[in-house]
């Protein structure tokens, strides 16, 4: 491994053809918002943030004291049948900027010991790997994309095993210019 930080790790791998990360969408938590119950027909409670630190799965940063939240029932992507699993995820209670650098791994994230687990074309689990920090998920993400089967990782907490965020083989669309003179 190299010494740079995960700030300046972007993903050109596997194959040269770049990796996304990715948070719940935005129009999915707007939807959720809007409807006032999770996927799960929860009702939505408010939370004031008191000791920060857990993760918002919106914009792949944990939370900070002051801050308020939803804790919702979430379906990660990529999965089917039996390892379709449901569970608790943090997003801010309103709508906020969400992950704006989709072409790097999540620097407010980085240092958290995390389990890759990629998962087949077919939804199912093909592998698992427990990691230390970001540089070191990396790696792991890089290899686990590199299988011509695996179409998708998640990484998700040690402890509880929560949906952290997903990360695809692919390039970020790049965004038109602005026309300044209109």
Known sequence: MT?????????????????????????????????????A???????????????LRCCLRESVPGERVLLIAYTPPGTRGAYAERGP??????????YLTPDRYPPALSHRQQVVRAYDTDGRIADGVLVNDGEHAM??????????DVAL???????????????????????PPQNAGS
């Open 3 to 39: 010494n740079q930080t995960c700030e300046q790790i972007t993903a050109g791998t596997p194959a040269e053809g770049g990796l996304v990360f990715e948070p719940i969408p935005p129009a999915e938590l707007q939807q959720i918002r809007t409807a006032g119950l999770d996927e």
């Open 41 to 55: 027909g929860n009702g939505l409670t408010e939370q004031v943030v008191t000791a920060g630190g857990s993760p």
């Open 89 to 98: 995820v943090f997003i801010h209670a309103g709508p906020c900027p969400g």
């Open 139 to 148: 790696a792991v993400i890089g290899e686990l994309l590199g299988w011509a």
């Open 153 to 175: 990782v998640h990484l998700r907490n040690v402890g509880y095993g929560c949906y952290n965020f997903a990360v695809r083989r692919g390039k970020i669309p790049s965004r």
